[in-house]
């Protein structure tokens, strides 16, 4: 091999030499860079977990806060409502025992409504009205004229006006202004009939006639639930909506029982024979 082809082989192999350093360097250069990126992604996944923790800890403070809130409104709603039973002594608890019955028959119907609370807070308050009604007409033991009745059928309409516009309340005031309207269309106030009457409503009504049939009240003794079963049944499609009063059927007795015996609902038949609590 001359001297020039000797030149040219030790060229060439410094070239390729200062490639593979440039190559090993870029390398070396990518695998920090891609170092980097991998800290910086972990780094940035701690911080998106430090913000989800701190979401989920605020979320939590706040569901509390509602709940504490909700159980708030409760208590408020539930106030008002012994203050307005307190005028009326023959109910005891009425307002609670319907509130019970009227969501038990919501569930039973599937109605999502049985988790809305306003929809309970119609029931507590649906004769808030009466506080506008004379103590003459309430505690009356005889019949009532046709001026005290005509007075007495307008505690829906003032109860509604009561408690509408009150936040909290959403609308509950459907529940107190139509509770006594009849699915044939001849209840009062406004004479709705079928489906136009609130679902809220339609549900308490039947809730509201079995208590008024298994409690005692001043003008009669308490019927059994048996017999309140069968009264209830016959009024479906008349008085009541037929679907409501199937969802009633479907309740077992001895839930309403229950609620009854928790909520003060005892006959007087009941204490003079010592049932209560058997």
Excluded: C
């Excluded at 009466?130 to 003459?136: E, T």
């Excluded at 009240?217 to 008349?238: C, F, H, M, N, W």
């Amino acid at each position: 091999m001359g001297t020039r082809g000797a030149a040219s082989i030790r060229l060439s192999a410094r070239v390729t030499g200062r490639g593979n350093h440039t190559l090993e360097a870029r390398l070396a250069e990518l695998e920090a860079e891609l170092a980097r990126a991998r800290a910086e992604a972990e780094a940035q996944a701690r911080q998106l977990e430090r913000y989800a923790a701190d979401l989920r800890e605020t979320f939590k403070a706040e569901r509390r806060q509602r709940a504490r809130l909700q159980e708030s409104y409760k208590a408020t709603v539930r106030a008002l409502s012994n203050a307005v039973e307190a005028r009326d002594a023959y109910t005891g608890q009425h307002a609670e025992r319907v509130a019970a019955y009227g969501l038990l028959i919501a569930r039973t119907l599937g109605a999502r409504l049985a988790d809305d609370a306003t929809m309970e807070f119609g029931f507590l308050l649906h004769d808030v009205g009466k506080v506008a009604v004379p103590d003459a007409i309430l505690y009356k033991p005889e019949p009532l004229t046709d001026e005290e009745r005509a007075l007495m059928a307008r505690h829906p309409v003032i109860g509604a006006q009561i408690i509408r516009g009150i936040d909290f309340l959403g609308e509950a005031y459907k529940v107190v202004r139509h509770h006594h309207e009849r699915w044939d269309g001849a209840g009062y106030p406004d004479g709705l009939a079928g489906h136009d009457i609130p679902l809220p409503a339609r549900v308490f009504a039947v809730a509201d006639t079995l208590d008024a049939l298994t409690t005692d009240r001043p003008y009669r003794d308490a019927t059994s639930l048996r017999t309140a079963r069968e009264v209830i049944r016959a009024a479906a499609g008349t008085q009541f909506d037929p679907a409501i009063v199937a969802a009633f059927d479907a309740v077992p007795d001895e839930e309403l029982e229950r609620i009854r015996l928790e909520t003060g609902g005892v006959t007087a038949r009941e204490e003079a024979a010592g049932e209560v609590g058997r």
